[in-house]
Nanobody, 119 residues
Framework: QVQLVESGGGLVQAGGSLRLSCAAS????????MGWYRQTPGKQRDMVAT???????NYADSVKGRFTISRDNAKKTVYLQMNSLKPEDTAIYYC?????????????WGQGTQVTVSS
């Protein structure tokens, strides 16, 4: 069974930085696109950043220039470096990945990690 486990969330002051990590485990043949999404109460889950298996990246306009997504394919891990954090970045951040395993290619989500930015 495939699992995505996030870490690195927490409380930080505006202007500060946090680094999120998400490690995939289980019987995995290949990991394609990986990404980070975020959600606040009562709102839909929005894309923050995605990265392909070859390193191509895509960012939401609201985080361009402040956040950087990267991945370590050997460790099956995706990272999100968040700098110059703003109170509006406060949300639950979810890791997402398209993973090929014995049951085919499926979309997986982590359990989420809370990021709170105080003003």
């Amino acid at each position: 069974q495939v699992q995505l486990v996030e870490s690195g969330g927490g409380l930080v002051q505006a202007g500060g930085s946090l680094r999120l990590s998400c490690a995939a485990s289980g019987t995995i043949l290949s990991i394609y696109r990986m990404g980070w999404y975020r959600q606040t109460p009562g709102k839909q889950r929005d894309m923050v950043a995605t990265i392909t298996s070859s390193g191509g990246t895509n960012y939401a306009d609201s985080v361009k220039g402040r956040f950087t997504i990267s991945r370590d394919n050997a460790k099956k891990t995706v990272y999100l470096q968040m700098n110059s954090l703003k109170p509006e970045d406060t949300a639950i951040y979810y890791c997402n990945a398209d993973i090929w395993n014995l049951s085919g290619t499926n979309d997986y989500w982590g359990q989420g990690t809370q990021v709170t930015v105080s003003s």
